[in-house]
């Protein structure tokens, strides 16, 4: 029997600090597309998000140089989210005996990168297929217009 070797390896980054929403407009970017052109996004997009999720980027690479011995070159982000971690609550004196209340929100990235070169030995097996009964009831169904009830047409 095959051995089922591991194609996946992720990389996780806790309490950054600065809110999940801008770390999620620079992690939409980036996911689904190639290391290298992972890093060169990375490099030139102006947030203040890239850095942290750089850094990431590049230690998921390297435990998968290091854990599956697998190239840069193959490599892909197949799963990156943003999550929300604790929120800091510290209080500024303001004027008149007052406090005002600062929250410093924080998130955790995890980064997921995946071999596909390794994803293509598996795909080449036989039996990891899809299986033939899926294929079974495909008949589809048309629908009429006239038999729905009307035009859609607004003018």
Not at 60 to 86: D, F, H, P, R
Request: hydrophobic letters at 35%; charged letters at 30%.
């Amino acid at each position: 029997m095959l051995k089922k070797r591991k194609t996946e390896v992720c990389a996780l980054g806790q309490h950054i600090s600065m809110s999940a929403h801008k770390a999620r407009r620079v992690i939409d970017q980036i996911r689904g597309r190639s290391y290298e052109e992972t890093l060169m996004i990375l490099e030139l997009m102006p947030y203040r998000a890239c850095y942290p999720i750089f850094k990431l980027v590049y230690s998921a690479a390297a435990n998968a140089s290091y854990n599956m011995g697998s190239n840069e070159t193959n490599l892909i982000i197949s799963k990156a989210e943003v999550n929300e971690g604790t929120t800091v609550k510290k209080f500024k004196p303001r004027a008149r005996g007052r406090s005002y209340p600062i929250k410093r929100p924080t998130c955790h990235i995890s980064i997921v990168v995946k071999d596909i070169s390794l994803d293509e030995y598996r795909k080449s097996i036989t039996w990891l297929k899809k299986p033939r009964w899926k294929n079974k009831y495909t008949d589809r169904i048309n629908h009429d217009m006239s038999s729905c009830g009307g035009v859609w047409d607004k003018k």
